[in-house]
């Protein structure tokens, strides 16, 4: 009688006749080595219907090649995609990321400021998973991004704006974006406002121009551009003069297809 769903199925553990040693090319016999695989895969088979919480568990060694990517086993185009969404245990903390980018052996993953891939050397990945779900039990529905630092084109800021929450999400292959900063009341700026975020913390951009509307004084997101792996968001009112002046905010959403 079956056990599932009740009980997981572990193979006992079995044992070939003195003198059979395991001979893959014998087709007519069969050997404890093959019972043994076929246990193995009931097992992994029974563990993953068993699952009701959207992830998949990946038995694979994984390692550090980056802070944000990982070396896996070739053949990774065919398991793992933009946009799924990965989680390990690594340095004695579960870490969540998404997938920006896949080939062969090397995946690209970002968490904005939350987490990085640590050197497996001294710090091994351990109790991965994957899924390819929209909402994954556990998974942050946004990943924080360290301030920005706020430039201006034609004079610049006295002090940087006091309060910036920025964070970002992917759906598919499509990055969101999102933030707001309180120009300080001691700050000045005119022109066009850059905001300069920290490298690898936001996918890599490409060469777009996207719109935005600034709902405090109708800014429109101008462009935005790649400065070696650090991103610029940059915003002007229509005329190109200042979008907030002091104790104004400035609020944007940038989508981005990778």
């Given at each position: 009688?079956?056990?599932?769903?009740?009980?997981?199925?572990?193979?006992?553990?079995?044992?070939?006749?003195?003198?059979?040693?395991?001979?893959?090319?014998?087709?007519t016999?069969?050997?404890?080595?093959?019972?043994?695989?076929?246990?193995?895969?009931?097992?992994v088979?029974e563990?993953?219907?068993?699952?009701?919480?959207?992830?998949?568990?990946?038995?694979?060694?994984w390692?550090?090649?980056?802070?944000?990517?990982?070396?896996?086993?070739?053949?990774?185009?065919?398991?793992y995609?933009?946009g799924?969404?990965?989680?390990?245990?690594?340095h004695?903390?579960?870490?969540?990321?998404y997938?920006?980018?896949?080939?062969?052996?090397?995946?690209?993953?970002?968490?904005?400021?939350?987490y990085?891939?640590?050197?497996?050397?001294?710090?091994?990945?351990?109790?991965?998973?994957?899924?390819?779900?929209?909402?994954?039990?556990?998974?942050p529905?946004s990943f924080?991004l360290?301030?920005?630092?706020?430039?201006?084109?034609?004079?610049?800021?006295?002090?940087?704006?006091?309060?910036?929450?920025f964070?970002?999400?992917?759906?598919?292959?499509?990055?969101t974006i999102?933030?707001?900063?309180?120009?300080?009341?001691?700050?000045?700026?005119?022109g066009?406002?850059?905001?300069?975020?920290?490298?690898?913390?936001?996918?890599?951009?490409?060469d777009?121009v996207?719109?935005?509307?600034?709902p405090?004084s109708?800014a429109?997101?101008?462009?935005?551009?790649?400065?070696?792996q650090?991103?610029?968001?940059?915003?002007?009112?229509?005329?190109?003069?200042?979008p907030?002046?002091?104790?104004?905010?400035?609020?944007?959403?940038?989508?981005?297809?990778?």
């Amino acid at each position: 009688m079956a056990n599932f769903p009740d009980t997981i199925y572990t193979p006992r553990e079995t044992e070939n006749l003195p003198g059979i040693v395991y001979d893959p090319t014998q087709k007519t016999n069969m050997f404890s080595e093959d019972f043994q695989n076929l246990g193995n895969e009931i097992n992994v088979i029974e563990q993953n219907l068993s699952l009701k919480n959207g992830w998949i568990p990946v038995f694979q060694t994984w390692s550090y090649a980056s802070s944000i990517t990982i070396t896996v086993p070739t053949g990774a185009a065919l398991l793992y995609q933009k946009g799924d969404k990965i989680k390990f245990t690594q340095h004695g903390v579960i870490k969540y990321f998404y997938i920006l980018n896949v080939i062969d052996t090397v995946l690209t993953v970002s968490a904005g400021s939350s987490y990085t891939v640590e050197n497996t050397s001294t710090y091994p990945i351990t109790d991965i998973y994957l899924s390819h779900q929209e909402n994954p039990i556990g998974f942050p529905g946004s990943f924080p991004l360290s301030a920005p630092t706020w430039s201006s084109s034609i004079s610049n800021f006295t002090n940087q704006p006091t309060t910036n929450s920025f964070f970002f999400y992917m759906k598919g292959g499509v990055v969101t974006i999102k933030g707001v900063s309180h120009m300080d009341f001691s700050g000045t700026g005119t022109g066009i406002f850059s905001a300069l975020f920290s490298s690898n913390q936001i996918p890599l951009l490409q060469d777009n121009v996207g719109v935005a509307q600034n709902p405090s004084s109708g800014a429109i997101l101008v462009s935005y551009t790649m400065n070696s792996q650090a991103y610029k968001v940059r915003l002007a009112s229509v005329s190109g003069s200042t979008p907030a002046v002091n104790g104004e905010w400035i609020q944007f959403q940038i989508n981005i297809l990778i």
